[in-house]
């Protein structure tokens, strides 16, 4: 039978038989692209004339001990759940610039000891390539470069010299030639995707794509990508700052509740790991509006400096503006505070800012945001010393978190001396004097502000 052209919008992926103006699903105009439908269905094709697969038994199955690669970053070891799994396919994602290339060949001068490695780019020149890896330090003999776009003979040169690793930087410039869609569009980023995920699986070689982000963050494609790959890691940070946060948003080899912390440097990407201490340095001291907190990620207890200005507004309706930290969270404490305790925010202009750049999308981080709320609008100094967690209720009760031994611990070992927390975390806590920090409990945030007050005589 033969095939069909359809159209195939380049936004969302709909497939429609007559070519519109305007996408039936997603409504974007002009996104409508000529395409190939395959007819062939399973019941015109005979089962004994295909090979089928045979079920194996799970009990039956043998799995190497060596599954895992190190990368020698462990904080990308960390992200992956202990390293690169044999035969799966990672997408690295980030915005432009943010150091997804370089953290790839960085990671090449590791793995390049003891394994050959493939790296195609399809947006630069081996030469490029290559002096970008002198910069970096990156020289070694088992690194191979091609600079190609044909998806199809990459793939044929993957399983002709089967290298124990491959980097496609990156998959929006691949291409399938007998599709005829352009490079970057739905159809090419899927099929792509594909053709490289069924390389992995069947040759057993790790492969990491890289894709970009387009102006509204997501991955783009979109989305297509993420449900072919294994595990899905997103590179945050500001431009502006030097800190660079590797998240995994999916990880089917792994925990996806774990993140990296690199730091971008001159030679490259260089790993933060007492990422606590980097984003509290130049900390002020005396200075109102100010005050740490804890969240977790994954199983890492990380503090951060949670600054707030609030200043009269010239305008007849104020200005609420948050960096790192979520907007609607922020109206919410904002409410909660005016109504349970009677400070009046109406007529201020509210700015919250996570210092570092770090992003913070935890609860427990309400109690430190809220009592650097109160400090600024007072103009009062919350100690140096002090650093509070706990996640705010409507009425104005501290509810208890989780890994509260874990935030204590971090926050004693880098020499705070005083800790607010849920009282009803208390009891997880043990034996309070062991862990040489002054703790206290609070039932809401009236007792939170009252201890405050005890702490600052």
């Not at 600079?147 to 002709?160: D, L, P, Q, R, S």
């Not at 072919?228 to 660079?244: H, I, K, T």
């Not at 080899?253 to 774990?258: A, D, I, K, L, R």
Request: proline content about 3%; glycine content about 12%.
């Amino acid at each position: 039978m033969k095939n069909k052209e359809i159209y195939i919008c380049g936004q969302c992926g709909h497939s429609s038989a007559k070519w519109s103006g305007r996408c039936e699903s997603c409504g974007e105009w002009n996104s409508m692209e000529q395409g190939v439908a395959d007819l062939r269905t399973v019941g015109t094709r005979q089962a004994g004339n295909i090979n089928l697969p045979v079920p194996v038994s799970v009990g039956g199955l043998e799995i190497d001990h060596e599954i895992r690669y190190k990368t020698g970053a462990d904080e990308l070891d960390r992200v992956l759940g202990g390293g690169i799994v044999k035969g799966s396919l990672i997408l690295l994602s980030g915005d432009p610039g943010i150091g997804k290339s370089t953290l790839l060949l960085q990671i090449c001068q590791y793995l390049g000891g003891d394994h050959s490695v493939l790296y195609v780019t399809g947006e630069e020149s081996a030469k490029q390539i290559k002096l970008r890896a002198e910069r970096i330090g990156v020289s070694r003999e088992n690194l191979y470069l091609i600079a190609h776009t044909n998806a199809e003979e990459i793939v044929g040169v993957i399983k002709k010299h089967k290298p124990g690793i491959v980097m496609i930087d990156s998959i929006q410039t691949m291409v399938l030639p007998q599709i005829q869609s352009a490079a970057g569009s739905v159809v090419q980023v899927r099929e792509t995707a594909n053709a490289f995920m069924q390389t992995a699986k069947s040759e057993d070689i790790p492969i990491f794509l890289v894709g970009h982000v387009n102006k509204d963050g997501n991955i783009a494609g979109p989305k297509v990508l993420e449900h072919a790959v294994d595990a899905v890691l997103y590179f945050e940070g500001d431009r502006n700052f030097s800190y660079r946060i590797l998240r995994a948003v999916k990880n089917r080899y792994g925990p996806t509740n774990e993140i990296g912390v690199f730091e971008m440097r001159d030679n490259g990407l260089g790993q933060v790991e007492n990422p606590s201490a980097r984003l509290l340095e130049g900390r002020p001291a005396g200075v109102s509006g100010t005050c740490a907190a804890c969240v977790m990620e994954g199983t890492r207890p990380i503090l951060a400096e949670v600054q707030a200005l609030v200043t009269k507004t010239g305008f007849g309706t104020p200005r609420r503006m948050t960096a790192g930290f979520d907007y609607n969270r922020m109206t919410l404490i904002l409410a909660v505070l005016e109504k349970r305790i009677g400070y009046f925010f109406a007529a201020s202009d509210v700015y919250i800012n996570i210092a570092g750049g770090m992003k913070l999308d935890e609860p427990a981080a309400d109690l430190a945001v809220a009592m650097a709320l109160v400090s600024s609008l007072k103009d009062k100094v919350i100690p140096h010393e002090v650093v509070a967690f706990g996640e705010i209720g409507l009425t104005g009760e501290i509810r208890g978190i989780s890994n509260i031994t874990a935030r204590v611990k971090e926050a004693a070992r880098l020499g705070f001396a005083k800790c607010i927390i849920p009282k009803q975390s208390l009891n997880q806590i043990g034996d309070i004097d062991s862990y040489g920090i002054d703790i206290m409990g609070v039932s809401n945030i009236r007792q939170a502000f009252a201890a405050l007050s005890s702490i600052d005589g």
